[in-house]
């Protein structure tokens, strides 16, 4: 599995960004959003029970990260096709302001290290990389267990002040000092 300062590997996949027929799909690559931070999350299958919990707060996080120049990916194995659907069936997915990217061929996934063996789905991985492509956090919950996006908000936060951050620190709060 990629870890803290590896490089965010190349990729070129479709993705599902509305659920208008007409604007439905685009490309994402590794180059899309440059001088951007990254958020990338991988969630196991379309039409399951956590996955749309983490996405949909994913989602209603958006424009947090957005305000601290920063872009979230979900990503998972099923096709912008069934990507499409589900967010046409799942009420909560509707109106959802983050491409789903569709790792059909496993590039994103095995590229990252993070498809499960035994199941052969992601496991619940979340990567955040700075604008210069190098990842700064990974996190990896088991199958069961869904993220918390608030927390990779506030991590973000810490990463970008470029301090010392205590364990729970918040913006606005202080820096630790060296001595």
Partial sequence: MLTIGDRLPAFDVPATVSIDADKAFTRID???APGKW???FFWPKDFTFVCPTEIAAFGKLAGDFADRDAVVWG?????EFVHLAWRRDHADLRDLPI?????IKRELSTGFGVLDA???VPLRATFLVDPEGVIRYVSVNDLNVGRNPEEVLR???ALQTDELC??????????????
């Fill in 30 to 32: 590794d180059q899309s």
């Fill in 38 to 40: 990254k958020v990338i």
């Fill in 155 to 157: 991590v973000l936060d």
């Fill in 166 to 179: 205590p364990c729970n620190w918040k913006q606005g709060d202080a820096f630790l000092k060296a001595a």
């Fill in 75 to 79: 990503v998972s194995l099923d096709s």
């Fill in 118 to 120: 035994k199941e052969g």
């Fill in 99 to 103: 491409p789903m990217l569709a790792d």
